[in-house]
């Protein structure tokens, strides 16, 4: 379940050591003479509001279990807020996150970096002290807001060349929406995305659950845009960076087993 990369540092080793703790908290790594010892680490950059709970919980459970400290960012600083209507009320019947995800979101929320976000207008914000940066997406019309933000346009422009699979040693990923802002922050760069299905996201606004100006695949570029087949669960991995994308929630698994690839592949 935890994960132990070595990378040689000409004569000293860089060991990079998981968390293990069973409340899956941080806990302090220690450096001895001869080698560098750190954690993995995992930046998931959200909006101030609306964000997919099923994404954002399940893939911070899930890369917690495998080792990695978990921070979070939003472009105020400020504690970012759920997309509500996945967490009760008449539409979660519909789109709502399921009972296991809704116990994670508890936990998640009380803790002291979901608490604590740091801010991606700071200054002093990059991307680039991460080993991992993951962008998930939303309904909420505040989501579209955040993926066509210039701030975070600029932080991925300076990170998506680190992850080049020719030279690179970081790793990307994003689901549905949020592969928007992988478009608009590196358009002359040839990566590639998959996102939610136009005919999924249509079916959805039936239900009063999606937001036609944020139908993501009529904002990635045509020749960018990985549709993929009909099956449950896909995720495309780009051939040219270590950058995954997932179409939906039902995807996030597969992709945070992709993306937990991708990391070791890049640090190898």
Avoid at 3 to 12: D, P, T
Wanted: proline share 5%.
């Amino acid at each position: 379940m935890s994960m132990q990369i070595v990378r040689e540092n000409s004569s000293n080793s860089t060991i990079l050591q998981p968390f293990a703790n069973p409340l899956w908290a941080p806990t302090p790594v220690h450096s001895s003479k001869n080698s560098k010892r750190r954690t993995l680490k995992m930046c998931i950059a959200l909006p101030d509001n609306g964000y997919d709970v099923t994404q954002v919980c399940d893939s911070w459970q899930y890369f917690l279990k495998q080792g990695f400290m978990v921070h979070f960012a939003t472009l105020t600083g400020y504690v970012a807020q759920a997309d509500q209507t996945q967490l009760g009320g008449l539409k979660s019947w519909f789109v709502g996150a399921t009972a296991e995800t809704c116990t994670l979101y508890g936990r998640m929320s009380t803790t002291s970096e979901y608490l604590k976000p740091l801010s991606l207008s700071s200054d002093s914000f990059t991307f680039n002290a991460y080993d991992l940066v993951l962008i998930p997406g939303g309904q909420d019309a505040a989501v579209l807001d955040f993926v066509h933000s210039p701030r975070l346009s600029a932080l991925l422009a300076d990170y998506i060349p680190l992850c080049s699979r020719a030279s690179g040693n970081h790793a990307l990923g994003a689901i549905a929406q949020g592969a928007i802002a992988i478009h608009r922050a590196v358009p002359n760069l040839q990566i590639k995305s998959t996102t939610t299905p136009l005919y999924m996201e249509r079916t959805s606004y039936l239900f009063g659950t999606s937001n036609p100006l944020a139908y993501a695949s009529t904002l990635i570029p045509e020749d960018k845009y990985e549709v993929g087949p009909t099956a449950s669960h896909w995720v495309y991995s780009d051939e040219k960076y270590f950058y995954a994308s997932g179409r939906h929630s039902g995807d996030v698994e597969l992709l945070c087993k992709a993306l937990r690839n991708l990391v070791a592949s890049a640090l190898h």
